[in-house]
Every structure is written in structure tokens, then in C-alpha cells.
């Protein structure tokens, strides 16, 4: 079974930054894509960025530019750098990880992190 403990999230005013953590523990072997993804009051939860053990990120159109994922494989912890933020990003944001993009979002999931962006 796979942990994901959350970090770092908090109240931001638009244009600020915000920089979220995700430490995995468990049985983490198998982990080989770490993904965020993000709900916010009334929507359904979306991907937000993911990223492969091998550093190949990929973002939802709605961020790219302004979130950087990174990962760093020694510690299983994957990064959410967030600039630029906006009041629609205001969300709660969860990790995931899978062992295969096929199986991303379904499983493994952290107990989130609320990010509010204030205009």
C-alpha cells in the first residue's frame, strides 16, 4: 500500500506563488508516474500535472506556463510549483500515484491540501 502526505498549501493572492509537496512511503517500488490533481467546490476533481519517474511532465492546458511538477526520485516526493495563481485555482489539491499512467487517478490517493487564491 502506497502513503501520500501532502504539504504546503495556504492562502495566496493572485499573482503569488505557492509550492506544494507530496512525500510517498509504502510499498513505493512500483511507482512510476506521480500525478496532481485538484477539486474545487462543486466540480469534479481534474489532473492538474503528472510526471513519470523519468522527469516527463505533462499539464492541463489551464496551468501549463504557470505550475511546474517536478519529482525527486531519492526522497519519492513530487513538487507543485505554482506562480501566477489565479482565484479559479483556489481548490483542494490531492497527489496521486500510479505504476502506470493507466492506472493514474484511481487509486493511492493523499489526503489533500486546500490552496485558496484571493483576488
Known amino acids: 500500500q502506497v502513503q501520500l502526505v501532502e504539504s504546503g498549501g495556504g492562502l495566496a493572492q493572485a499573482g503569488g506563488s505557492l509550492r506544494l509537496s507530496c512525500a510517498a512511503s509504502?510499498?513505493?517500488?512500483?511507482?512510476?508516474?506521480m500525478a496532481w490533481y485538484r477539486q474545487a467546490p462543486g466540480k469534479q476533481r481534474e489532473l492538474v500535472a503528472y510526471?513519470?519517474?523519468?522527469?516527463?511532465?505533462i499539464y492541463t492546458r489551464s496551468v501549463n506556463g504557470r505550475f511546474t511538477i517536478s519529482i525527486d526520485n531519492a526522497k519519492n516526493t513530487v513538487y507543485l510549483q505554482m506562480n501566477s495563481l489565479k482565484p479559479e485555482d483556489t481548490a483542494v489539491y490531492y497527489c496521486n500515484a500510479a505504476s502506470s499512467l493507466a492506472f493514474l487517478g484511481q487509486a493511492n490517493w493523499g489526503q489533500g491540501t486546500q490552496v485558496t487564491v484571493s483576488s
Open positions: 510526471i513519470t519517474r523519468a522527469g516527463s511532465p
Open positions: 509504502g510499498t513505493i517500488f512500483n511507482i512510476n508516474v
